[in-house]
């Protein structure tokens, strides 16, 4: 038997992702958003308010970068998502993320994050909030790669929301194989 919930913002794994966007003087800030992801090809979808500094950021200078919010930096993370940069000019700092100049885009990069994506702004619906960038690069610290030079999701350690308890989980262990394991059943 099912139990309906009726309309939610739930979904499993929810992404946790550290959006970074400099603004008119160049000063970076950053927020932590859990609903988006990859809308095409090249292209990542967000749910952002227009009344967030970051999006006003994002909408000045056309350009942002998304970094998955990581096990290791959880408290920094979840801090960007609750002060605001309207409210706390300093709020960067106060997280104790660094960051440096993107050299694909005109945004931040999180220097503690170690996957990020660098995207130029594609369009933005204030009615609807949603966000898309075209990802011109994709950077990932040398930390977590594999020897085979991948990104190695263990190494990574994304983190997911959990919207019905508001916990942070993070991405565990490998379960089968994408495009492999159902040709048993063809």
Not at 33 to 49: E, K, Q, R, S
Not at 54 to 79: E, G, P, W
Not at 108 to 131: A, G, K, Q
């Amino acid at each position: 038997m099912r139990k309906n919930f009726g309309t939610k913002t739930w979904l499993y794994p929810m992404p946790v992702f550290i959006v970074a966007a400099y603004d008119e003087a160049g000063t970076p800030n950053a927020m932590n958003a859990a609903w988006g992801g990859i809308y095409t090809d090249d292209m990542v979808g967000i749910c952002l308010a227009d009344n967030h500094k970051t999006t006003q950021n994002i909408l000045s200078t056309k350009a942002f970068t998304v970094s998955m919010a990581t096990a290791d930096h959880v408290a920094a993370c979840d801090y960007l998502g609750l002060v605001s940069g309207n409210k706390e000019t300093d709020k960067m700092n106060k997280s104790g993320f660094h960051t440096v100049k993107s050299e694909f885009v005109n945004a931040p990069v999180i220097e503690e994050l170690p996957m990020t994506l660098e995207c130029e702004l594609v369009s933005y619906d204030p009615e609807s909030c949603h966000m898309v960038g075209r990802i011109v690069n994709i950077s990932a610290d040398e930390s977590i790669l594999n020897e085979e030079g991948q990104i190695d999701l263990m190494r990574l350690q994304p983190i997911t929301y959990d919207p019905i308890r508001h916990k942070y989980h993070v991405i565990g262990a490998e379960v089968g194989n994408a495009f492999s394991d159902g040709k048993k059943l063809k």
